[in-house]
T-cell receptor, first 113, second 114 residues
Framework: DAGVIQSPRHEVTEMGQEVTLRCKPI?????LFWYRQTMMRGLELLIY????????DSGMPEDRFSAKMPNASFSTLKIQPSEPRDSAVYFC???????????FGQGTRLTVV | GESVGLHLPTLSVQEGDNSIINCAYS??????FIWYKQESGKGPQFIID?????DKRQGQRVTVLLNKTVKHLSLQIAATQPGDSAVYFC?????????????FGKGTHLIIQP
């Protein structure tokens, strides 16, 4: 298995632009999570899906952030408009179910200038 | 201006020695725990996990200890190697219900001295 696949690996964008991060979870995994990692806050849970349904989005910073999971093999995290404080590494994580090992993607390093 | 970031605890160990990394978790109802290793520029990688019905679990060169009484988790790495240098995170999970996200600790930076 190729593991959790995220794209792009790096993204540099100007403030105000729309950014879309993509994730392909491991086949057969029912849960998908988006995390953000910064030096200031460490790893923060933004949102998670179970069987493609958003379960908890309380970690999403504000309305500029949105996430979708149209099917079991694809999810997006969108930031519109982006701001410099959104600069971070964004990780997609998938797992088979509750209480099982969670696998991280390689992350997308976002820089908003 | 000066940037302020997380001040990660740092553990410096001589190559070949054993290391112990500690973690305090927050939710007494958490029933599943994982240790992750994150090398520079990479995503966290699974090391070992343990369920709350156990107090010890061993892997290859690693042992996880769980003390539910004081909500404490530790990771022991035997005979440390240069490749063990990384940031180590513990994560707790409450299974079932709506709270299924993994909550991560701040991490500990392990440095292996030659």
């Amino acid at each position: 298995d190729a593991g959790v696949i995220q794209s792009p690996r790096h993204e540099v964008t100007e403030m105000g632009q729309e950014v879309t991060l993509r994730c392909k979870p491991i086949s057969g995994h029912n849960s998908l999570f988006w995390y953000r990692q910064t030096m200031m806050r460490g790893l923060e849970l933004l949102i998670y899906f179970n069987n493609n349904v958003p379960i908890d989005d309380s970690g999403m910073p504000e309305d500029r952030f949105s996430a979708k999971m149209p099917n079991a093999s694809f999810s997006t995290l969108k930031i519109q408009p982006s701001e410099p404080r959104d600069s971070a590494v964004y990780f997609c994580v998938s797992r088979r179910g509750s209480g099982t090992e969670a696998f991280f993607g390689q992350g997308t390093r976002l820089t908003v200038v | 201006g000066e940037s302020v970031g997380l001040h990660l605890p740092t553990l410096s160990v001589q190559e070949g020695d054993n290391s112990i990394i500690n973690c305090a978790y927050s939710n007494s109802a958490s029933d599943y725990f994982i240790w992750y290793k994150q090398e520079s520029g990479k995503g966290p990688q699974f090391i070992i996990d343990i369920r709350s019905n156990m107090d010890k679990r061993q892997g290859q060169r690693v042992t996880v200890l769980l003390n539910k009484t004081v909500k404490h988790l530790s990771l022991q790495i035997a005979a440390t190697q240069p490749g063990d240098s990384a940031v180590y995170f513990c994560a707790e999970n409450l299974s079932g219900g709506g709270a299924d996200g993994l909550t991560f600790g701040k991490g500990t930076h392990l440095i292996i001295q030659p």
